[in-house]
């Protein structure tokens, strides 16, 4: 994944929040805002520190990021998309989060039809 397609700055975060939809499991939190004219989407992670030390945080990230790099050629690329990790994904594995979050891809619509 690409550093120019993830979300960095608080105030994009901020809009986000605002401005979009959210949608959530037990593992992860979606919130999503349409970018029209946006040729790749965007990603935004947080982790917070009651799931575990930085190791684990970042590990944590990690998979995410490697979920994104998988699926994307399924995801549709007007959107900018943040994930928020809940305290079961300490104990899960890259393909458990996965599952997780094609399930909220796939349920709020995300995904390209084909």
Do not use: C, W
């Not at 799931?51 to 994104?68: S, T």
Request: proline content about 3%; glycine content about 6%.
């Amino acid at each position: 994944m690409k550093k120019a397609n993830r979300i960095k700055k608080n105030e994009e975060f901020q809009y986000i929040f605002k401005h979009g939809k959210s949608f959530a499991n037990r593992q992860l939190v979606i919130y999503y805002a349409e970018k029209p004219g946006q040729e790749h989407f965007r990603i935004g992670l947080s982790v917070g520190k009651k799931i575990g030390n930085a190791v684990k945080r970042n590990q944590i990230k990690r998979y995410l990021r490697q979920a994104f790099h998988e699926m994307q050629s399924d995801i549709r690329p007007d959107i900018d998309i943040i994930i928020i990790a809940r305290q079961p994904t300490k104990s899960m594995g890259f393909h458990e989060m996965k599952k997780s979050l094609s399930h909220l891809l796939y349920k709020q619509q995300l995904l390209v039809k084909k």
